[in-house]
DNA sequence: TTGTATGCGTTATCAG
DNA sequence: CTGATAACGCATACAA
């Protein structure tokens, strides 16, 4: 097609287009002039299959319509796109099972790599996967051949949320935790405790409650909080969805947020700056992570040892907290 | 290798996998066995060189972190895997130039179809794609071969969001609108306006100000209408976002939602529900969006005229509107 | 530096 | 009903 366009051989074409071999100057220019005015496109499936390269990389995310997740899809898009790799975005819906049927799913195309977003598989699963292709994943910390973890200080995070309501004189402190099996929610109440504890206040289990990461969650754990008769002036929930729910629950109970209760989010999520009130939150950098997942799997790609490092969490003190009044 | 393992010819294998003829019983058992015990899958690539077809589907969609987009993402994907075609998404921001571009790499990888979610591509240019490939596009109205077109009624929504305000006794209700150059804000504002003629409220330019579909722009908007002194009683604003961020404006202000100001968003996003107070929307359901254009594609893909209809936008009534004290 | 031959894994078109 | 055989579009080893 080009090839003779060109008056040279397909190989001579091919060696231009993936620059493999130096060639002649004046049949480059005359490559290209062809390749240009036919607008040829080469096909990624015949490439692939020659050179055993989809130039796609598959990514597990939890969910398509999660503004933390999405954040972190178009840092990986940009990050990938670019170097002419194509993201193939799955979601696992927080389900092993599912999870898994996506990855088969991503294997049957061929992907060049894998990028996995937090999820319910196990660390061994995970590492299993790497041996057939490399696999960069976000949110856990396990090292393996050809698998790069990226993971977020969720301790230290859960730890300055707490420190920031205790700085500002609250003492009873609510912590509405997240999936009891979700590593993330689980260090994030470590942090609590540990903030606690080196302010020297007592742990009462009776002010951890449980939810499940959305927003109706947030609203019936401080329901059950309020129906418990607990004392607490401030809430720190592990993430901002259902911060927004407590909010409200709060709200509808005439407890004025602020004035009243104190609330912290984590996440940050774009949204939470308009929240009524603006939220206090710890920021995650959603963008950042995923972008960075995506140059560490180019790394792996490139048969290197990924050095990205996951930013630091970082308390955004807006409206929903302030000092306890006393 | 299957086919060797099985004792019969690829040929016989690819029959059994397509169903492309019929196969002797026995032969098909064995083969079938061969495939459990060898976990073979058949590689897309090889599939798409041989028989043309890649068995993708390219979702051209603005933005990978948008609710309202996400959802339809998830809608496309629940629709299009179980048919075993994989939906490629990639985001265009608003921008004809990206979106062209997004095209480009979606035919470069020879996607099956193309799905575009609203976007600013002319409808000339959209035709033209079609003449290459199937393409479904939600949120225009055009006819042309291998093009099918779903589009959401927003006129009537803007209309029954502006009436139902007007039941509640509210004559002066300012419109924050969308971008002037993107059709489903018009049509919003089209509905407002009809809305307003039927309730024989004169039209005052002065309640209307720009907006840019987030919730700064709802923010700022409602600064504007203060600072020109305008009065108004309600607000109707082209989408959740900004009416969040109104919402905060008129927080900020020592306006209360709703005793004050009523206010009236789009799109009723999930997360709306929760907002403070939980706000009233019309409802657009952009899952069933999404699910329903991909159901449109496999019509396409099989030579079938789609027949697939858009649900009508409905009113969902919670706290931020109520009735105008007298 | 370049062309030729071969193979990637599958489907389609033939004969049989 | 089934097996050869060619073809899909490209990359690579090899030969020149």
Redesign the interface.
Known sequence: MVAQAAGVSASTVSRVLNGTAVVNEEKKQAIDAAIARLGF??????R??AGGR?FSVGVVTQ?????FY??A??GI?EAL?PRGL??????GHWNAVTEARCI??L????VDGIIVLTGRLTDEALKNYAVTQPVVVLGRSLKAPHLYALSFDNFLGGRLATEHLIQLGHRRIAFIAGDADHPDANERLRGYRAALEAASIPFDEGLVVPGEYH??SG?LAVDRLLATHQRFTAIFAAND?MA??A??AC?RRSLRVPEDISIVGFDDL??S??????LTSVEQPAYELGRLSAMAMLQLLADAEPTEVVPGPRLVARESSRRLKG
């Open positions: 496109v080469p096909n990624p499936a015949a692939g299959l989809t969910a398509l319509d999660s503004p999405g954040a899809m178009r898009e796109l194509s993201p193939l975005f799955v979601s088969s799913v294997q049957a195309r061929r927003e109706l609203l969805q927004v729910g909010a409200l709200q774009p949204t700056q308009y929240a009524i009130p603006p």
